[in-house]
Every structure is written in structure tokens, then in C-alpha cells.
């Protein structure tokens, strides 16, 4: 049973740049987080999708990132015009209901986003 | 505004030593509290997670001490291993709509080495 699959696992990308960020949940998973993690900092939270619905968005930047979880295929996490401040690991995880409750929440490997 | 304090930033314990990393909490209504190991390169994994309606949870060699008036939580680890050198996070959320909690707020983490 595999687990939460992310890809790329590192992704670097010039200024200005778009980058875009995969997210297969696991198999029977309907419920998408995305979690930003900083160096040295914890996790942060982005925004939260069911299948074709983002839920809770609120943790987003504003501008230049968007997220998608379409009725087929993965889940998407967008960065249009990247920027240094951009760098950081991404990290996605799934749950097969709304929320986790007692029961564990998956996280992928990350994909790693350095921009130069 | 951090939600979520953790400390020691880095912890280095003997083989066989006790660990014990600390958090405290602002927001109340957090119900919902686990602690994530995470090894380089990989995503975090849940080790342990508590309730406000108990004070202790133990699973193995680790234990959550949960302080609801002082709002601190701790994580022990008994003797300790090597192979338990990792950075850990403690976290929290609170139930959101719908009855779920989706969103953590994490601590910003600690590094444990353990030396053989």
C-alpha cells in the first residue's frame, strides 16, 4: 500500500520562474493538505482540498500560489514568478475523511524547492 | 504570533538517557495534540498524540505529560537510542467545522542526538 507520493523530490528553479508541485495521496484518500516547512522552522500549514474543492485556504499566500486537487490525477500546488523567500521543502499528506481525528496523518517525502 | 513553543532547540542525551522535550500553548481551544519525528530527507511521522481529557499517554518508550492548566505538554522518551537521533515537533490543533481538525500549528522543532 503505498504511501503519499510526492514529486518531484527536488526542484530548483531561477527567479521568475514557475514551479509545480505533485502530490498523489494515498489510495483511497480523498482529503489533501499541503504544509509549507522553512529552514530550521516547523511546518506550516497552506490549504487543505477535496477532490475539485479547496476547503480552507487560508494559510496561502495571496499572490503567485494556487493549489488544485482535480476529479483525476494528483494533487497540484502552483508557484507562478518564484523568489528566494520560495525555498523551502513542501510537504503534502492525506486523509480518507475530512480531517485526521485519532487516526494518523500521512505525510509525503516533500519535494525540496530551491530557488537560485 | 507563535501559537506553539517548543524548547530545547537541540537535545544531546547518552545512550540509555531520558529525553525530554517541552511545549507550550497559547490558544485553548486546542483539543488535539501530537508529536511528529522526522529523519533528514523524509516527511514527519506521528509518534504519539494526546487529548486534553488525560493527563499521561505512553506508547513504548515514549510518554506525552499533558498540563492543561499550565498549557505544556511534554515528550519522553526512555531510554534513549541511537537510531532515535531525529528532529522532533510537537503540535496542535483545534476542531474546526464539520467536526475535524485539519490544521496543526507546530512548534518549531528539536534536534535529538543520542550518542552511542
Known amino acids: 500500500n503505498a504511501g503519499v507520493m510526492q514529486n518531484p523530490r527536488h526542484l530548483v528553479r531561477r527567479r521568475g520562474q514557475e514551479a509545480r508541485l505533485r502530490c498523489s495521496p494515498m489510495k483511497g484518500h480523498s482529503h489533501v493538505y499541503w504544509y509549507r516547512q522553512l529552514p530550521e522552522e516547523g511546518l506550516k500549514f497552506m490549504v487543505y482540498l477535496q477532490k475539485e474543492n479547496i476547503i480552507d485556504e487560508s494559510g496561502m499566500p495571496k499572490e503567485r500560489f494556487s493549489a488544485e486537487f482535480p476529479k483525476e490525477g494528483p494533487s497540484i500546488l502552483r508557484i507562478q514568478q518564484v523568489v528566494r523567500g520560495d525555498s523551502a521543502a513542501y510537504f503534502c499528506?492525506?486523509?480518507?475523511?475530512?480531517?485526521?481525528?485519532?487516526?494518523?496523518?500521512?505525510f509525503g517525502n516533500g519535494t525540496r524547492l530551491t530557488v537560485t | 504570533q507563535q501559537q506553539v513553543k517548543q524548547s530545547p532547540q537541540s537535545l544531546i542525551v547518552q545512550k540509555g538517557g531520558i529525553s525530554i522535550i517541552n511545549c507550550a500553548y497559547e490558544n485553548t481551544a486546542f483539543d488535539y495534540f501530537p508529536w511528529y519525528q522526522q529523519f533528514p530527507g523524509k516527511g514527519p511521522a506521528l509518534l504519539i498524540a494526546?487529548?486534553?481529557?488525560?493527563s499521561e499517554k505512553k506508547e513504548g518508550r515514549f510518554t506525552i505529560s499533558f498540563n492543561k492548566s499550565a498549557k505544556q505538554f511534554s515528550l519522553h522518551i526512555m531510554d534513549s537510542q541511537p537510531g532515535d537521533s531525529a528532529t522532533y515537533f510537537c503540535a496542535a490543533s483545534k476542531e474546526y467545522s464539520g467536526g475535524s481538525n485539519y490544521k496543526l500549528t507546530f512548534g518549531k522543532g528539536t534536534l535529538l542526538t543520542v550518542n552511542p
Open positions: 494526546i487529548r486534553p481529557d488525560v
Open positions: 499528506a492525506s486523509s480518507p475523511r475530512p480531517g485526521f481525528g485519532n487516526s494518523p496523518l500521512h
